[in-house]
């Protein structure tokens, strides 16, 4: 193959090894993806332990207090985070699911890979968006119930 | 590798998925980095002032400095993935490389600080359970 002296230089960073067949994904992108799936799969593992952790702490939570409306706030928050929890769990799961038939080499499993990551961006984004008015919210009911107990303390 | 995907032209579909991945992780990341600049700040009040008694019990610099080394990385990704996203979009194919590897490493640093922070969360439980139950 004759060389071309007139091509641009690669970069090291943006530029990978061409596909085999032309111009499509580049079998280097797919095998990041497919390397990745262990990693996933450890954060499976760990949601799934933070999971049960969560629900025994709950639970003792609940055993140890004398009065099950005692914080109520604070188990009320706990429950949130399970919900959450067990969302991500599954969001994860899936994704590492097709990850694991990207390896396999099934058809259309890229697609369902790359459908996973935006639903994870998506919803991690989403959270993050709802969850800055709360904590607004929650910062501006503190400061007003901290001046107003400064205002009723002699 | 997959023989299936090698080389396979994505779907349209697939394409619109990737530009709103690459949409979300780009306001995660710039969420990643306001958090940052308030623990910057944080970091720079404690410095000024250590011995304010305004300050919650347990409040250190370090604690600030922790979440920055712990955050900045985590935005540093999801701005990296983003922006290779965007270029694969502006018809660089080879950036769909950069990337995923981006995002390998995000998993990477995701599994191990969840893996540290929840083994330190099941530390501090035992230690609250254990403080809780009245001695006789």
Known sequence: ??????EPPRTTDLDAEPSVEGSGVPAEAVRELVESAPWVRMIVWVTGFSLVTSVLGLLIALAVRSSPTHNV?????????????????????????????????ESGALAAVIQGQRRLFKTMGV???????????????????????????? | VSPAENGAELPVESVAHLASAARWARVLAWFAFICAGFLLLGAAGMAAMPSDPKLPQGTSIGSFVIGLLILIPFAALLWGYSGALRAFAGGRPAA????????????????????????????TMIGTVFHAIPSK
């Not at chain 1, 193959?1 to 007139?6: E, G, Q, R, T, V």
């Not at chain 1, 009911?141 to 205002?151: E, H, L, S």
Request: charged share 5%; proline share 3%; no cysteine.
């Open chain 1, 73 to 105: 706030g604070g188990i009320v928050a706990q429950l949130i985070g399970l919900v959450i929890t067990v969302f991500f769990l599954t969001l994860y799961l899936t994704y590492h699911q097709h990850l694991l038939r990207l390896g396999r080499g």
């Open chain 1, 1 to 6: 193959m004759a060389i071309n002296p007139f």
């Open chain 1, 127 to 154: 959270l993050v968006l709802s969850v800055i008015p709360l904590v607004i919210l929650a910062v501006i009911i503190g400061a007003a119930v901290g001046r107003a107990a400064k205002g009723v303390a002699p």
């Open chain 2, 96 to 123: 769909l490389v950069t990337a995923f590897r981006r995002l390998r490493t995000y998993w990477v640093t995701l599994a191990i600080a969840y893996a540290i922070s929840v083994v330190f969360a099941v530390w």
